[in-house]
């Protein structure tokens, strides 16, 4: 009469539902515990490692090919006009002391062979040579150059010189000496600033080791997370439902 009333009543006076729903929740509990236990390892080996912040971008050096190859081609046009005005109607010829205004004409013509052979050779290292490996010859012979030119230039167009006159020695003179002077410019930046090639090196040899232990890092909580998750013991499956015999025999067995 009492199991067809209310649900028959254990040995305790506990009714079977009761017992029933308890062992319900706990096998609920034990089922979610073990599937966030299960998931935990997944996650680990598929966190995102740390990224290295962008490297700041560097300029490029100033080129310097161009100047030296106008430096070049003014030094060329002086010697020549130098050159040719001593066999024409030019300052060198006119009347005064022959030592003087002859040893001034060859001056000039001096000035621009050499700036024209030193420019012509340094603009060709420039072009088949690193730019890093040739920045303190550069400077020094930038620093030459305006020297060079600044007493050239004073003496090839001076009042007293033999192209006071505007013409091409005068002209070429004086874009030698401001292409001299920008040279200078150019190659101080250069020394001062690393060059392409350099930076890249410096930043491969700085950033290497920390990128490589960063990923060695990496790969290993990849690792360790996938091993885990293949050696690791297996959730458990939720239990299959039992006969209502067999869960009253548990429930009671438990009490």
């Not at 609920?28 to 966030?36: H, I, L, V, W």
């Not at 060329?76 to 024409?88: K, S, V, Y």
Request: aromatic share 8%; charged share 20%; proline share 9%.
């Amino acid at each position: 009469g009492g199991r067809a009333g209310g649900g028959g009543s254990g040995c305790d006076g506990r009714p079977r539902a009761a017992r029933f729903s308890r062992l319900g929740e706990v096998r609920r509990a034990n089922g979610r515990c073990c599937m966030m236990s299960a998931s935990e390892p997944a996650a680990a080996a598929e966190a995102p490692a740390p990224v290295a912040p962008p490297a700041q971008p560097q300029r490029a050096p100033l080129d310097s090919t161009w100047p030296w190859g106008l430096v070049c081609l003014a030094s060329l046009i002086e010697f020549a006009a130098a050159a040719d005005a001593e066999n024409t109607n030019s300052p060198c010829d006119q009347a005064g002391p022959a030592a003087v205004t002859q040893g001034k004409c060859n001056w000039a013509i001096a000035v621009g062979v050499i700036a024209f052979v030193f420019a012509l050779v340094m603009m060709f290292l420039v072009i088949f040579f690193k730019r890093s490996s040739m920045a303190i010859v550069e400077c020094a012979m930038a620093g030459f150059f305006c020297i060079w030119w600044a007493v050239g230039t004073a003496v090839n167009v001076s009042a007293e010189g033999p192209f006071p006159d505007p013409g091409n020695v005068y002209y070429a003179s004086w874009v030698a000496l401001f292409t001299s002077s920008y040279l200078l410019y150019v190659s101080v930046v250069n020394v001062t600033r690393p060059a392409e090639d350099d930076v890249g090196v410096q930043a491969e040899s700085k950033g290497d080791q920390p990128a490589r232990s960063r990923g060695h890092r990496h790969r290993n909580k990849k690792d360790e997370g996938t091993e885990m998750t293949a050696t690791g013991p297996e959730p458990p499956k939720s239990p299959e439902p039992l006969a209502p015999e067999a869960e009253y025999a548990d429930a009671a067995a438990a009490e």
